[in-house]
């Protein structure tokens, strides 16, 4: 199994662009969430998915959207970009919900100049 | 919010001492877990421990949880150098919302 894979790695963008964050997983997992992580912060939720079509705000959603058509993805759209979106973004995934050994993906490293 | 908050912030000791952090949450709980994060990496799940227990050991690791105090800690026997890492704690809070909230994580260094 390939576990959870994001892509991109990295990624630079310019005020107002907008961009797609991929993130997929082979595990049949139920449950998929994006976190953003910044210094000093921890994790914050942004967006989870308790399955195939549906999905609900997290702590830190604005800015942010989401769908889930299949259970393998869980993309994150930045609508507008801006420069308070610098930060690495998490995709995990879990069997069920949080009480769930959740499982994490490499990260992207987004930049919002 | 924060849900967690890890105590200490950093913490250096010598290789083959104990490491000892601690979390420290705010409202009821169903479980908590500890993760660790390696420099530019994403997180990797140690250790869930339920509110109706008070200790769980895995390989190196004991967790405890006083839920009267509202804590936890994670103590990490005879550290490695492949131990330094980033540790956080994460709480599944018992209040109808499951959502899992991270703390800010201590960052622990290995000196070889």
């Known amino acids: 199994n390939a576990g959870v894979t994001q892509t991109p790695k990295f990624q630079v963008l310019k005020t107002g662009q907008s961009m797609t964050l991929q993130c997929a997983q082979d595990?049949?997992?139920?449950?998929m969430s994006w976190y953003r992580q910044d210094p000093g912060m921890g994790l914050r939720l942004i967006h989870y998915s308790v399955g195939a079509g549906i999905t609900d705000q997290g702590e830190v959603p604005n800015g942010y959207n989401v769908s889930r058509s299949t259970t393998e993805d869980f993309p994150l759209r930045l609508l507008s970009a801006a420069p308070s979106q610098t930060s690495v973004y998490f995709c995990?995934?879990?069997?069920?919900?949080?009480?769930?050994?959740?499982?994490f993906g490499p990260g992207t490293r987004l930049t919002v100049t | 919010s924060q849900q967690g908050e890890e105590d200490p912030q950093a913490l250096s000791i010598q290789e083959g001492e104990n490491a000892t952090m601690n979390c420290s949450y705010k409202?009821?709980?169903?479980?908590l877990q500890w993760y660790r994060q390696n420099s530019g990496r994403g997180l990797v799940h140690l250790i869930l421990i339920r509110s109706n227990e008070r200790e769980k050991h895995s390989g190196r690791l004991r967790v405890t949880l006083d839920t009267s105090k509202k804590s936890s800690s994670l103590l990490i026997t005879a550290s490695r150098a492949a131990d330094t890492a980033s540790y956080f704690c994460a709480t599944d809070a018992d209040f109808g919302n499951e959502k899992l909230t991270f703390g800010t994580g201590t960052r622990l260094t290995i000196i070889p």
């Open positions: 995990a995934s879990s069997y069920k919900q949080e009480a769930y050994e959740q499982y």
């Open positions: 409202t009821s709980i169903n479980n």
């Open positions: 595990m049949n997992h139920e449950y």
